[in-house]
Structures are given as C-alpha cells and as structure tokens.
C-alpha cells in the first residue's frame, strides 16, 4: 500500500496464493480460515475501511494460522 499498490491489487494476489494448491503450504483447514478473513477483509474494504489497517489484520491472521 505504501509503495503504490492498491489493497484490493494485494488482497488478489493473496488469493490466488492460496488457491493454489501447488504454491501454498497451509492445510485445507487453515487454507479455508484464512479465505474465511480475507472475504471479511475485502467486506470491510468495501465499507471504507482503513487500507493499512486491514492488510495488518489480514498478516496478524496469516502469523496467528501459522503459529497453530
């Protein structure tokens, strides 16, 4: 965001990565959590929500699946 990029350009990117199955190393079930947030992400983007904040709430969720 800081550099230019939209959060909606970021939030794609983050979602093909974990749609495929080849490049992302998260199980389904954790696969499916963090999708679960990033549909709550865009949601909030599309209300007007702070860009930066929701993108740290989207990272704070990929630290908290990975520290399962």
Request: charged share 25%; glycine share 2%.
């Amino acid at each position: 965001v800081k550099n230019g990029y939209s959060a909606n350009t970021v939030l794609q990117q983050i979602h093909n990565y974990l749609v495929s199955a080849d490049e992302c190393n998260f199980s389904d079930v954790r696969r499916s959590h963090l999708i679960l947030h990033l549909s709550k992400v865009e949601k909030r983007l599309m209300d007007r929500g702070d860009d930066f904040i929701q993108l740290s709430s989207l990272a704070a969720k990929f630290y908290e699946t990975r520290n399962e």
